[in-house]
C-alpha cells in the first residue's frame, strides 16, 4: 500500500460496549475490502486482530489493533479498540490519534455503559461521531427501539443514513438513505447489489430522508433559510456537499446499521467513511502541550505522536505513531521532546492485526507502527526539532492496588524486569517498592488487566507469580504522658557498659517527632545525648504494638547518671530503648489507621446504595451534591472511609453501579483504629514474632 495523501486518510476508531461486535466489524470490513481472504471471527480464535493468546482465551479484544483498509483510492486507518474498563485507557489515548469516532451498539441490548461513558469522552474531545447498530439479525432486535435509545441518550442530532429492510429473522438488508436505494450483500458470491427501495419500506425511507436534511442543513446558513422557509427541499448535490460539513461540525451524527456476521450494510459504510467522514487536515489543529496548535500538512518539518507503545516477544518494543506533519522515511533521525534524546527511523510497518508490512514512508495524517524506539513512550511526541509536544490525553489514575510476588523468590528479578517493562508501556499500570512494607505494590485498573499481567508474566517470563494482601501502613502513638528510667550495666570482664537516663514521653499530635535535652548539671554528657535520641528512634521505627512505626511523639531526656570508664553512645542507646518501651507500657499505645477521602459519582438511582456501603466500610458520608449540565442525573458523594476498607474500591463501585461509577481516592491523614482491630494485629503481630517473621 503506497503512502496515500492526507486528503485520502480516514482514522477511525471503533469504540463501545464488550460484545457489540466491534472487532467482527473491522473484521468484515477487512474481508470486503479483499484485504483478507476469509472473515476473521473472534470466538474461534481466528481473528485477524484480536491475535494475542489472552484475546485468544478471553475472547474480548485488550489492546487496540489496526486494520488498515484499502477502498478505493482511499485508506481507512481502523483502530480496533477494548470496551473492557479495565483498559479504557488504552482506548481513550487511541481516541486522540483518530478523527472520528464510530461507536458500535448491539441492537438489542441498545448503548451501554462503556458506550456512554467513551461517548463523554468523544465530546470532550471534539471527535466527530457515527454510530453502527449491529446484530440487526438476532433475535429481538429492533431499530426503531435502538434510535429511540440512542436520541434519549446523546440526543436529537442521531439520524439514520441507513434503515434495514426487515430485521430480526427478516433481516435482509438495508436502504441507503443518502442515496435512496436498497443494497443487499450477497450470501453466495460476496458482492453487493443494488436495488430499488422495496415499496413497503418508502414512507420509512422518505421520513428518515426528511429527518437527514433537517440536520444536515444547518450546516449552509443560506440553504438553511430556504429550506426553514419552505421554498425547495435540498437536492441530491446540495445534500450530499453538505453532509461532511454538518459531520465534521458535529451538527449530524450518522446512524448506520447492520450485521457483522453476514456482511450486511458494511460496503456502503466504507463508501460513506471515505466521502463524508473527515480526513485529518479537515479534522483540525493538533493542540500543543504549551497552549500552541499545529495543522495535518505533509509539507511541514516531520513530527509524531506516539498514542500507544507495546512490547512484542520477538521485534521488542513497537510504537504506535500518529504522523502529525511532514513525512517519515526509515532512517530519519527525530528527536524525543520529553527526553531531548534522538530517535532513528529504522523500519516503518503498516500492521493489521500483527502481520508488519515495509514501507518508505508516511505522510501527515497516516498512522504507522516504528520497531525499537528506546526512549519513546506512549504519550511522547518526537520530531525534527524536538521542539513539539502534543498534549497528552489525561487518563483516569489506577486505583486498584495488590501485592505482587514471585512464588520463588530467586525470580523476583525477573518478576521485576517485566513489571517495569510493562508500566513504561501502558500508563494505567503503577509499580512501586513499598520499603516499609516490603511489598511490590502493582496499582492497575481493575483484577481483569491484573489476572491479564499474571498470565503474561508466566507466558513472556515463566515466572510463577502470586498476590498477596496489602500490608496497609498502619502507625502507632500514644494517648498519655509517662515517665520511666532505661538503665543498662553489663560487666565482661574488661572495660563494661552502662548507661542510664530517665525519659518522659507524651503526645505530640500533628507535629511528628520531637526530642528535649533537660539534662540538668551534667547528669548525662552533652556527647552522650543524641545516642540517646538515637536509641528512641530506633525503637520507634519497629513500634512495639503491631511492629508499625511510631508517629507523634515528644521525648524528653530528663535525668540520669554516667560512669565515666563504662559510659558510651551504645551503652546509652541500649538504655534509651529500655526506658522508651518501659514508659510506652505506660502511655496508653494506640493503632493510627490510614484514612481514605473518596469522591464518588454515580447515577442518582445508586446513591442509595454508594451511601449504604461507605457507612457498611467503617466510613462516614460528608457531603452531596447533585450533578449539573452534562452530569445532570448524578450524585456526587464525598466520603472518608479507612484506607484498609477500600484498596478494592475500583471493582466494588464497578460491582454496586453496574459500571457507572467513578471516583477518585486521596489519602487524608491518620485515625485511631476500633479496639478490636487493634487486638487483630497485635495479635498477628506477636504470632510472626513467635514464628521468627518480620
Given at each position: 500500500?503506497?503512502a496515500?495523501?492526507?486528503e485520502?486518510v480516514?482514522?477511525?476508531?471503533?469504540?463501545g460496549?464488550?460484545?457489540a461486535g466491534?472487532t467482527?466489524?473491522?473484521?468484515?470490513?477487512?474481508?470486503?475490502s479483499?484485504?483478507t481472504?476469509?472473515?476473521?471471527?473472534?470466538?474461534?480464535?481466528?481473528?485477524?486482530?484480536?491475535y494475542?493468546?489472552?484475546?485468544?482465551?478471553?475472547k474480548?479484544?485488550?489492546g487496540?489493533s489496526?486494520?488498515?483498509i484499502?477502498y478505493?483510492?482511499?485508506k481507512i486507518?481502523?483502530?480496533?479498540t477494548s470496551?473492557?474498563?479495565?483498559?479504557?485507557?488504552d482506548?481513550l489515548s487511541?481516541m486522540?490519534?483518530?478523527?472520528?469516532?464510530?461507536?458500535v451498539?448491539?441492537?438489542?441490548?441498545g448503548?451501554?455503559?462503556?458506550?456512554?461513558?467513551?461517548?463523554?469522552?468523544?465530546?470532550?474531545?471534539?471527535?466527530?461521531r457515527a454510530?453502527f447498530i449491529n446484530?440487526?439479525?438476532?433475535?429481538?432486535?429492533?431499530?426503531?427501539?435502538?434510535?429511540?435509545?440512542l436520541?434519549a441518550r446523546?440526543g436529537?442530532?442521531?439520524?439514520?443514513v441507513?434503515i434495514p429492510?426487515?430485521?430480526d429473522?427478516?433481516?435482509?438488508?438495508?436502504i441507503?438513505i443518502?442515496?435512496?436505494?436498497?443494497?443487499?450483500?450477497?450470501e453466495?458470491?460476496?458482492?453487493?447489489?443494488i436495488?430499488?427501495?422495496?415499496?413497503?419500506?418508502?414512507?420509512?425511507?422518505?421520513?428518515?430522508?426528511?429527518?437527514?436534511?433537517?440536520?444536515v442543513?444547518e450546516?449552509?446558513?443560506?440553504?438553511?433559510?430556504?429550506?426553514?422557509?419552505?421554498?425547495?427541499q435540498l437536492?441530491?448535490?446540495?445534500?450530499e456537499s453538505?453532509l461532511?460539513?454538518?459531520?465534521?461540525?458535529e451538527l449530524?451524527?450518522?446512524v448506520?446499521v447492520?450485521?457483522?456476521?453476514i456482511?450486511?450494510?458494511?460496503?456502503?459504510?466504507?463508501?460513506?467513511?471515505?466521502?463524508?467522514?473527515?480526513?485529518?487536515r479537515?479534522?483540525?489543529?493538533?493542540?500543543?502541550?504549551d497552549?500552541?496548535?499545529?495543522p495535518?500538512?505533509e509539507?511541514?518539518r516531520?513530527?509524531?505522536?506516539a498514542?500507544?507503545t507495546l512490547?512484542?516477544?520477538?521485534?521488542?518494543r513497537?510504537?504506535?505513531?500518529?504522523?502529525?506533519?511532514?513525512?517519515?522515511?526509515?532512517?530519519?533521525?527525530l528527536?524525543?521532546a520529553?527526553?531531548?534524546?534522538?530517535?532513528r527511523l529504522g523500519?516503518?510497518?503498516?500492521?493489521m492485526?500483527?502481520?508488519?508490512?515495509?514501507?518508505k514512508?508516511?505522510?501527515?495524517?497516516?498512522?504507522?507502527?516504528?520497531p525499537?524506539?528506546?526512549?519513546?513512550r506512549?504519550?511522547?511526541?518526537?520530531?525534527?526539532?524536538g521542539e513539539i509536544?502534543?498534549?497528552?490525553l489525561?487518563?483516569?489514575?489506577?486505583?486498584?492496588?495488590?501485592?505482587i510476588?514471585a512464588?520463588?523468590?530467586k525470580e523476583?528479578d525477573?518478576?521485576g524486569?517485566?513489571?517495569?517493562?510493562?508500566?513504561?508501556?501502558?500508563?494505567?499500570?503503577?509499580?512501586?517498592?513499598n520499603e516499609?512494607?516490603?511489598?511490590?505494590?502493582?496499582?492497575?485498573?481493575?483484577?481483569?488487566?491484573?489476572?491479564?499481567l499474571?498470565s503474561r508474566?508466566?507466558?513472556?517470563?515463566g515466572?510463577?507469580?502470586?498476590?498477596?494482601p496489602?500490608?496497609?501502613?498502619?502507625?502507632?502513638?500514644?494517648?498519655?504522658?509517662?515517665?520511666?528510667e532505661g538503665?543498662?550495666?553489663?560487666?565482661t570482664?574488661?572495660?563494661?557498659?552502662?548507661?542510664?537516663?530517665?525519659?518522659?514521653?507524651?503526645?505530640?499530635?500533628?507535629?511528628?517527632?520531637?526530642?528535649?535535652?533537660?539534662?540538668?548539671?551534667?547528669?548525662?554528657?552533652g556527647?552522650?545525648?543524641?545516642?540517646?535520641?538515637?536509641?528512641?528512634?530506633e525503637?520507634?521505627?519497629?513500634?512495639?504494638?503491631?511492629?508499625?512505626p511510631?508517629?507523634d511523639?515528644?521525648?524528653a531526656v530528663?535525668?540520669?547518671?554516667?560512669?565515666?570508664?563504662d559510659s558510651?553512645?551504645?551503652?546509652?542507646?541500649?538504655a534509651?530503648?529500655?526506658?522508651?518501651?518501659?514508659?510506652?507500657?505506660q502511655?496508653?499505645?494506640?493503632?493510627?489507621?490510614?484514612?481514605?477521602h473518596?469522591?464518588i459519582t454515580?447515577?442518582d438511582?445508586y446513591?442509595?446504595?454508594?451511601?449504604g456501603?461507605v457507612?457498611?466500610?467503617?466510613?462516614r458520608?460528608?457531603?452531596?451534591?447533585?450533578g449539573?449540565?452534562?452530569?445532570?442525573?448524578?450524585?456526587?458523594i464525598e466520603?472518608?472511609i479507612p484506607?484498609?476498607?477500600?484498596?478494592?474500591?475500583?471493582?466494588?463501585?464497578r460491582?454496586?453501579?453496574?459500571g457507572?461509577?467513578?471516583?477518585?481516592?486521596?489519602?487524608?491523614?491518620?485515625?485511631?483504629?476500633?479496639?478490636?482491630?487493634q487486638?487483630?494485629?497485635?495479635?498477628?503481630?506477636?504470632?510472626?514474632?513467635?514464628?521468627?517473621?518480620?
Open positions: 500500500m503506497a496515500p495523501a492526507t485520502h480516514r482514522n477511525v476508531v471503533l469504540v460496549q464488550d460484545g466491534k467482527s466489524l473491522a473484521e468484515a470490513m477487512l474481508y470486503v479483499g484485504k481472504p476469509r472473515m476473521g471471527t473472534t470466538h474461534d480464535g481466528k481473528s485477524y486482530l484480536d494475542d493468546a489472552e484475546e485468544i482465551k478471553r474480548f479484544t485488550i487496540t489496526i486494520a488498515p484499502p478505493k483510492d482511499y486507518n481502523v483502530l480496533d470496551g473492557h474498563p479495565d483498559f479504557i485507557c482506548t487511541t486522540q490519534a483518530a478523527e472520528m469516532a464510530l461507536f451498539v448491539d441492537a438489542v441490548a448503548p451501554q455503559v462503556m458506550t456512554t461513558k467513551l461517548w463523554r469522552e468523544a465530546e470532550g474531545m471534539r471527535l466527530s454510530v446484530h440487526i439479525d438476532r433475535e429481538h432486535a429492533d431499530f426503531d427501539m435502538a434510535m429511540a435509545t436520541h446523546f436529537s442530532r442521531l439520524g439514520p441507513t429492510i426487515g430485521q429473522a427478516d433481516f435482509k438488508g438495508v441507503d443518502i442515496r435512496m436505494e436498497a443494497r443487499y450483500f450477497g453466495d458470491d460476496d458482492s453487493e447489489r436495488e430499488p427501495i422495496p415499496a413497503e419500506f418508502a414512507d420509512a425511507a422518505q421520513a428518515a430522508r426528511d429527518k437527514l436534511c433537517d440536520l442543513a450546516a449552509d446558513d443560506e440553504l438553511m433559510m430556504k429550506y426553514l422557509e419552505g421554498e425547495e437536492t441530491q448535490d446540495e445534500l453538505l461532511d460539513k454538518a459531520i465534521a461540525q449530524f451524527i450518522p448506520f447492520g450485521s457483522t456476521i456482511k450486511q450494510g458494511i460496503q456502503g459504510l466504507m463508501e460513506d467513511i471515505c466521502t463524508y467522514f473527515p480526513h485529518p479537515s479534522h483540525g489543529r493538533f493542540q500543543m502541550a497552549g500552541t496548535s499545529i495535518i500538512d509539507t511541514n516531520p513530527a509524531a505522536f498514542f500507544k512490547s512484542d516477544p520477538f521485534v521488542g513497537l510504537s504506535f505513531l500518529k504522523v502529525l506533519s511532514g513525512v517519515l522515511e526509515p532512517g530519519m533521525e528527536i524525543n520529553r527526553t531531548g534524546k534522538k530517535e523500519h516503518l510497518y503498516v500492521m492485526g500483527k502481520e508488519a508490512t515495509d514501507v514512508s508516511a505522510k501527515a495524517g497516516d498512522i504507522i507502527v516504528v525499537k524506539l528506546a526512549e519513546t506512549t504519550g511522547d511526541t518526537i520530531s525534527l526539532t509536544a502534543v498534549d497528552p489525561p487518563l483516569p489514575v489506577p486505583q486498584y492496588p495488590v501485592a510476588e512464588v520463588n523468590k523476583e525477573k518478576l524486569t517485566f513489571l517495569a517493562r510493562a508500566a513504561e508501556n501502558d500508563p494505567s499500570i503503577h509499580i512501586q517498592r516499609e512494607t516490603h511489598q511490590t505494590v502493582l496499582t492497575a485498573m481493575g483484577d481483569t488487566q491484573v489476572d491479564m499474571i508474566c508466566k507466558e513472556q517470563t515466572v510463577d507469580v502470586r498476590l498477596v496489602v500490608r496497609i501502613p498502619y502507625r502507632e502513638t500514644i494517648r498519655k504522658t509517662a515517665e520511666a538503665r543498662h550495666k553489663k560487666q570482664g574488661g572495660a563494661g557498659q552502662f548507661g542510664d537516663c530517665w525519659l518522659r514521653i507524651s503526645p505530640n499530635p500533628g507535629a511528628g517527632y520531637e526530642f528535649v535535652d533537660e539534662i540538668k548539671g551534667g547528669a548525662i554528657p556527647g552522650l545525648i543524641p545516642a540517646v535520641d538515637k536509641g528512641v528512634q525503637t520507634m521505627k519497629e513500634g512495639v504494638l503491631a511492629g508499625y511510631m508517629v511523639i515528644k521525648v530528663f535525668d540520669g547518671s554516667y560512669h565515666s570508664v558510651n553512645e551504645m551503652a546509652f542507646k541500649t534509651a530503648r529500655i526506658g522508651f518501651q518501659k514508659a510506652i507500657d502511655a496508653e499505645p494506640v493503632l493510627l489507621e490510614p484514612m481514605a473518596l469522591s454515580v447515577p438511582s446513591a442509595g446504595s454508594v451511601m456501603d457507612s457498611a466500610s467503617r466510613g458520608v460528608e457531603g452531596m451534591s447533585a449539573d449540565g452534562a452530569a445532570a442525573g448524578t450524585t456526587t466520603a472518608t484506607y484498609a476498607e477500600v484498596t478494592d474500591y475500583a471493582t466494588r463501585l460491582s454496586l453501579s453496574r457507572t461509577g467513578e471516583f477518585e481516592l486521596e489519602l487524608s491523614g491518620y485515625e485511631q483504629v476500633p479496639h478490636d482491630i487486638q487483630k494485629l497485635a495479635a498477628d503481630y506477636a504470632a510472626r514474632r513467635a514464628a521468627g517473621e518480620k
